[in-house]
């Protein structure tokens, strides 16, 4: 039965088109405590004193929490393997404060009235300390984000808190500065990129609960539910064992819920009063209480022959962690990591960098994780070079891009065994129209417009890291339930990776059905980050299908009486190759395994971990339309041309694509996080802080050149995140061609327009 490669509507969209979608909150008890978290109005200061007496004897007010009740831990909230590379940095709360809206005391009422009146009436006597908030001014600066004497790395990951410096580190291949020497032209430019909200629909939010064993059950809106386990449990100084977390509905996540925003302050309250207890964010919270992504500064110098030949590659980036350090090292890594290895002919690269602390909300992880900073700034250099050279930077790319086979130094030296990016340039080119309209055109008197270009790669899953577990079990009815450890944030990886399962086991759709994540019965997986789904756990869900696939053929051939070489099961029946018409059907078989004598319940459980982490590729190409008179600019067509491998679902894949690309074009031209000069977020509201909507969005074309990855589950590679990354670079370089500015830091405004780009 054909069904990997085909557009099959998602599994659960009847429900959510029907409005019948269950999420956290429309499953949290009635009776749970409402809890709410005070937060500090200073970027940095000590607490001296918090007075809760008042606070405390409000009617229906059940705790108040301050520094004094929690747990004396470290730990990060970042959702990764461990050991986590990030640092410990963290308690669920402490005296010092580090950025507005760090949290201060945690209270729980029976109401939100009640909360609401014990937040306004508790007083809190601060110090208020001097921050830092330039992050090009942190290091080494005098004021210490982090003085605490318990701070710790599980890795050295090049930190200094004495130098608020979170992590750093250099990494290369051959002689840079010689090689630069050699090079007809050399380019230096410095390339910004802001922090930007994830902003996804359903804000953060958890409930929590003791079940009749005491157990610390965890309900909440994660793309990590077995890391989440973990960090509660030391946090919380319990065993691993006491805790449960359960995955319900995700609306979005984009990488904003690998980090534990919510969970720690509702279990905190639970574990204190014995009762349920829910918290749910406000947008406001969710913007400046939360995540965002790295705010950098990335300096590349490249270097180039008159032929268009790249020999040499330097980046640093200076990356904003803000108040704490998760991710901080992970996601500055893949600024070269997943920029530089498309220039892998260069006879040289080095790659270095430096991560420090601001008095700012923290970083984390956000779609593109590093590589779509990096691929602004890189690509920006490579459309700059092209233009210094005198050449079509279609061309140049096509010149200098790995080939299938060849190795990629800056990639961990793996191999490049599968690409169609040659034929995702051809192709965007064509759709784009960029032989007729390279690289402007006039419209009107004062409407002009330009096309740029940018490639990128991604990954898919952390190699040797990621490990995904996927069971498989043959019911009674002759149904399969397929259980996995995944997370589905709304991407559809539920319907992909039943596809993959009925396509293995050669049966429809609606005979797999899909178990939502419980860490009490899911089988293991890192989760739903850095592109893992598809390729990692997509593999683990193809070795169980196939396991089981066996088992059942043994089962039949035991009960036809006959070796079980002779036997074939076709996804419906078991039959003997020598007499056809001499079988036994699936629901017979599920049927006599589960009664009487010899009862076997067939599952399979199967996991995978890659050694390598195949690159995704795409070819993107904006046409942008700028009003000289306003410096307003306008994305009025934007072609992404995608190689993912196999297309497990092309509806899936693109409605993943045009959001991606939807999202790079807001981090291009509108999102932009910005604070005053005592570290408070000015745009935490969708009245300020801007998203592209439906009407600001270019009509958005996708295509796909599908290479077969041969270590992907049916030829599969990721697809999540590497279609952000092209537009920021792709639109810098159409407005430069439309109007003659240069401008290298995002987002680019009409005031940077009219007045001729920025100067650092």
């Not at 130098?163 to 007809?184: H, I, M, P, T, Y």
């Not at 994660?222 to 890391?227: A, E, Y």
């Not at 574990?271 to 790295?294: C, D, M, W």
């Not at 901080?328 to 040289?348: C, D, E, Q, R, W």
Request: glycine share 8%; net charge negative.
């Amino acid at each position: 039965m054909k069904l990997v490669n085909e557009a099959i509507p998602k599994l659960d969209s009847g429900a959510l088109t029907g409005g019948k979608g269950v999420y956290t909150d429309d499953i949290a008890p009635a009776d749970c405590l409402v809890v709410k978290v005070l937060r500090s109005p200073h970027a940095h200061a000590r607490i001296r004193e918090i007075k809760k007496t008042a606070a405390s004897k409000v009617p229906g007010v059940v705790a108040v929490l301050t520094w004094e009740d929690v747990p004396k831990i470290r730990y990060t909230l970042a959702g990764q393997s461990y050991p986590e590379p990030s640092p410990y940095d963290r308690y669920i709360l402490e005296q010092t404060v580090r950025y507005v809206g760090d949290p201060v005391a945690i209270v729980a009422g029976v109401d939100e009235a009640c909360v609401d009146k014990a937040m306004r009436i508790l007083k809190v006597d601060y110090d208020v300390l001097e921050p830092v908030l330039d992050f090009e001014q942190a290091l080494d600066n005098p004021v210490l984000v982090h003085q605490e004497e318990d701070y710790f790395n599980n890795f050295d990951i090049g930190g200094d808190p004495a130098r608020n410096l979170v992590a750093s580190g250099c990494e290369g291949e051959g002689d840079v500065e010689a090689e630069l020497a050699k090079c007809d032209v050399v380019l230096d430019r410095t390339y910004y990129t802001k922090a930007n909200a994830q902003a996804m629909m359903e804000t953060f939010r958890t409930y929590t609960y003791l079940d009749y064993n005491g157990r610390l059950n965890v309900v909440t809106s994660t793309q990590v539910p077995f890391h989440c386990r973990r960090t509660i449990a030391r946090a919380l100084d319990l065993p691993m064992t006491a805790v449960r977390v359960v995955k319900p509905r995700i609306g979005g996540g984009f990488g904003a819920k690998q980090t534990l925003v919510s969970e720690l302050f509702p279990a905190l309250v639970t574990l204190r009063t014995g009762r349920p207890a829910k918290i749910v964010y406000t947008r406001a919270e969710s913007f400046q209480a939360s995540n965002s992504r790295h705010q950098m500064r990335v300096r590349v110098r490249v270097g180039a022959m008159k032929d268009g030949t790249v020999r040499a590659i330097d980046m640093h980036a200076l990356s904003n962690a803000g108040a704490y350090g998760e991710h901080a090292s992970t996601t500055v890594g893949l600024v070269g990591h997943k920029s530089i290895p498309l220039y892998a002919k260069a006879k040289a690269f080095r790659f270095s960098w430096d991560v420090v602390y601001t008095n700012t909300m923290a970083a984390g992880a956000f779609r593109g994780y590093g590589a779509t900073q990096g691929c602004f700034a890189l690509e920006s250099a490579i459309n700059e070079l092209a233009v210094e050279l005198g050449v079509d930077p279609a061309q140049l790319r096509l010149q200098n891009i790995p080939l299938p086979g060849e190795t990629m130094p800056a990639y961990y030296n793996e191999p490049l065994s599968s690409s169609k990016l040659e034929e995702c340039i051809r192709t965007g080119m064509k759709l784009i129209g960029w032989e007729e309209k390279y690289p402007r055109v006039q419209v009107y008197d004062h409407k002009v417009r330009g096309l740029g270009m940018a490639i990128t790669m991604q990954g898919s899953g952390i190699s040797a890291v990621d490990t995904a577990t996927a069971t498989i079990k043959l019911n009674d009815d002759g149904y399969y339930t397929l259980m996995i450890g995944a997370t589905d944030m709304g991407t559809g990886c539920d319907t992909i990776l039943a596809q993959m399962a009925a396509e293995t086991l050669n049966c429809s759709l609606e005979r797999i059905t899909v178990d939502g994540v419980d860490t009490d019965h899911s089988p293991f997986d890192t989760g739903s980050y850095a592109s893992s789904t598809t390729y990692v756990t997509g593999n683990a869900v193809v070795k169980a299908c196939t396991q089981l696939m066996e088992s059942i053929t043994v089962q039949g051939a035991k009960r036809l009486g006959i070796p079980v070489e002779q036997a074939e099961f076709d996804g419906e029946r078991v039959f003997d190759c020598a007499e056809p018409s001499r079988g036994i059907t699936l629901s017979q078989l599920a049927q006599a395994l589960v009664v009487g004598e010899g009862t076997q319940w067939l599952t399979a459980t199967a996991s995978h971990c890659s050694p390598t982490s195949p690159p995704p590729l795409m070819a993107g190409f904006a046409q942008v339309e700028v009003d000289l008179e306003t410096g307003e600019a306008k994305v009025t067509d934007y072609v992404g041309v995608v190689d993912c491998g196999t297309v497990v679902n092309k509806n899936l894949a693109r409605v993943q694509a045009e959001g991606g690309i939807a999202q790079g074009i807001g981090m291009a031209l509108y999102e932009d996080i910005q604070y005053d000069s005592r570290g408070q977020m000015l745009n935490h509201s969708f009245m300020q802080y801007k998203i592209p909507c439906r009407t600001d969005l270019p009509q958005i074309r996708v295509a796909f050149e599908e290479s077969h990855e041969p270590s992907g589950p049916f030829g599969a590679k990721s697809i999540g995140e590497v279609v952000i990354n092209t537009p920021a670079p792709a639109v810098a370089q159409a407005i430069f061609n439309a109007t003659g500015v240069r401008v290298r830091s995002l987002p680019i405004t009409p005031e940077h327009i009219l007045l001729g780009g920025e100067k650092h």
